[in-house]
């Protein structure tokens, strides 16, 4: 579990274009010491997982915490330090920007046990960058990621698409030279025209037009791909669903279930490739598809289930006409195999028929042949 603790836009120098913290996160200025010990309590006491020596890390997060005068970080991090290796806190994590990443300040972090530190890099194309008031360039992530890396501190790298200037190709891009890092995770977010921030007046004067939700998932879904080619988890897609996101997002491509909506993107074209690989196996062995064709079914993970039938059936209705397989339903697998890093999926589809595995096509097979 996650405890976050907000400080609001703190330590950075310049509002980027598409940001509003305090609207989203409802919370101004820096937390208070007596704020810092009741939000975390109060997290401990709701945490309702059964394993008592639990993973759970106090993050500061919403600002650029490495960008707070030196003897505000001290006194956080001081008053977060006495938590950790209590009641199941690992570490302590924070979010920040990469130009306000040095050597001083990653020995600060590394001495009061900062276990993992999210980067803002939001893109890694200099156009964009200067597009949306950043204020850095690209070379200050790798930087910064090399700096964290070589302290032992995990890396989670942010990164935007739909900013002012941006494509889905410059989207990619950024994302290729995000895993040439080898961060440990990602968190991707859509750009949103958020109330108060300074991208409403460029959206509303019609510099600034939002993508679709389309747009943005079709691009989201390869983006999975390419993260679960190198193995790099996505930890979050889009920004916390809840009444306060909803409130500030006037604009864009916003789902409450966006990662929902990648996971079961990324299922359509696992079960589109596994059909086109046993389609091609059955002609290699003279086989014709109606020999199964009034009982096949999805044997997957239960854990996927949803993804197949959730959303009233949206990925089976979604074969008819390109799939000359009826498949009706799927039903779960007690051997799905090993979950493949970085792939948002809980193991091996395969293709049943009267309930019986007739062709498993596994994830290995759909990453390897999956290209752009
Ligand atoms: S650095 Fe992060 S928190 Fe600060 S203004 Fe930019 S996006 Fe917002």
């Known amino acids: 579990m996650i405890i976050p603790l907000f400080l609001p836009q703190q330590g950075c120098p310049d509002r980027c274009i598409y940001?509003?913290?305090?609207?989203?996160?409802?919370?101004?200025?820096?937390?208070?010491?007596?704020?810092?010990?009741?939000?975390?309590?109060?997290?401990?006491?709701?945490?309702k997982g059964e394993d008592p020596q639990a993973d759970h890390e106090i993050a500061f997060y919403g600002g650029?915490?490495?960008?707070?005068?030196?003897?505000?970080?001290?006194?956080l991090l001081s008053l977060a330090h006495p938590w950790v290796g209590r009641r199941g806190i690992r570490g302590l994590r924070l979010s920040t920007r990469p130009d306000r990443v040095n050597g001083k300040t990653v020995a600060r972090l590394k001495a009061y046990g900062v276990a993992t530190v999210e980067v803002g890099a939001q893109s890694m194309n200099t156009q964009v960058l200067e597009n949306i008031d950043r204020g850095h360039g690209p070379a200050a992530t790798v930087q910064a990621v090399q700096l964290l890396k070589q302290e032992g501190i995990k890396v989670g790298l942010h990164l935007m698409t739909g900013l002012p200037g941006d494509s889905e190709a410059t989207s990619l891009s950024s994302l290729l030279e995000c895993l040439w890092l080898k961060p440990d995770f990602l968190r991707i977010h859509p750009t949103l025209v958020l109330k108060g921030s300074p991208l409403e007046q460029r959206w509303r004067s019609g510099e600034y037009a939002v993508w679709s939700l389309g747009k943005t998932l079709r691009l989201l879904t390869q983006m999975a791909l390419l993260c679960a080619q190198q193995g790099v988890p996505v930890i979050r897609w889009g920004l916390m669903p809840g009444e306060l996101c909803v409130n500030s997002c006037l604009a864009g491509p916003y789902s409450p279930s966006l990662g929902e909506w990648v996971r079961r993107s990324v299922a359509f074209h696992y079960v589109l490739a596994m059909v086109a690989a046993f389609e091609k196996?059955?002609?290699?062995?003279?086989?014709?598809?109606?020999?199964?064709?009034?009982a096949m079914q999805l044997l997957i993970p239960p854990q996927d289930l949803s993804l197949v039938h959730g959303h009233k059936r949206w990925l089976l209705r979604h074969m008819y006409g390109i799939s000359s397989l009826k498949i009706c339903q799927a039903i779960p697998s007690t051997a799905a195999g090993p979950v493949k890093p970085g792939l948002p999926l809980h193991g091996n589809w395969a293709l049943a028929s009267g309930g019986k595995s007739i062709f498993i096509f596994t994830q290995e097979e759909y990453i390897a042949n999956w290209r752009i």
């Open 19 to 47: 940001c509003n913290q305090e609207g989203l996160t409802g919370a101004k200025g820096l937390p208070r010491p007596d704020d810092i010990d009741e939000t975390i309590n109060k997290y401990l006491e709701s945490y």
């Open 64 to 75: 650029s915490f490495t960008g707070l005068p030196d003897g505000v970080q001290e006194k």
């Open 281 to 294: 196996e059955s002609r290699n062995f003279c086989l014709k598809s109606e020999t199964f064709d009034d």
